[in-house]
């Protein structure tokens, strides 16, 4: 998280109305919760949804990951306890679409940041985003960065009747529920942002076979991989 994702995620929490409820997929270590639970106003709903349950972890971390993941669980409890905000946040230790239940009513703010696979990034955005309020904020993490989630908005949100795209930081961009704009410009400028994850891409194929190492024994600097 970029200190520009951080910004876009206080001044959503921010505008969230007193006694609303912002709900959060993919909590990891408690960083994006902290923020969103520090800009709240006193009364606001903080959940945050993370299963740490060691699968979809992080880039190709896909599974096997139980005793990290029991890590990650100890320090997002400390993290949040440190920043005095543990009270505030309620943590359902659950995947994402067996949740549902555990969260009554509409959302102001939702910020999915789970499962980057296109099956669930699509549910997450899907089905928790039908819940958000007219006004209410979206904000998804890694699009036109990872393909699943990039996939998942195009087959979501491209022409979709009520959300529609603000801007992105980086790889954060940002929704709004019942926003002025036709179908077709909402469209035109998410699909603008396509050159930039073509580029996102090709820069983690490279990663991926190695070519980060080859620059690094030649005495470069590798890129990072890209959110």
């Keep these: 998280m970029t200190q520009g994702q951080a910004r876009e995620l206080y001044q959503a929490a921010v505008n969230c ?30 959940v945050a ?39 505030r946040v309620t943590h359902i230790r659950e995947f994402s679409d067996r949740a549902h239940q555990l969260v009554d009513g509409e959302i102001d703010v939702l910020y999915v940041d789970g499962a980057h696979r296109y099956g669930p990034a699509s549910a997450d955005i899907r089905h928790w985003g039908a819940r958000v309020k007219q006004g209410g904020a ?16 195009m087959r979501v949100l491209l022409v979709h009747d009520t959300f529609r795209y603000v801007g992105r930081s980086r790889s954060l961009a ?32 490279l990663l991926t076979i190695g070519v980060g190492r080859l620059l690094s024994k030649l005495g470069r600097t590798p890129p990072e991989w890209p959110y």
């Design 17 to 46: 109305p007193p006694g609303g409820r912002i709900v959060e997929i993919g909590s990891f270590r408690g960083r994006s919760t902290i923020v969103l639970a520090m800009a709240a106003s006193a009364g606001t709903e903080i």
């Design 49 to 87: 949804i993370d299963p740490h349950a060691g699968n979809d972890r992080g880039p190709q971390e896909l599974d096997g990951y139980a005793a990290a993941a029991g890590d990650d669980h100890v320090m997002f409890e400390s993290n949040l306890a440190a920043a005095g905000i543990r009270d």
């Design 174 to 205: 940002v929704y709004r529920a019942g926003a002025e704009g036709g179908r077709m410009r909402n469209a035109f400028v998410q699909l603008a942002q396509l050159p930039w994850f073509v580029k996102n891409v090709a820069t983690k194929v």
């Design 138 to 153: 979206l904000l998804v993490h890694d699009s036109f960065s990872s393909i699943g989630v990039t996939g998942a908005i």
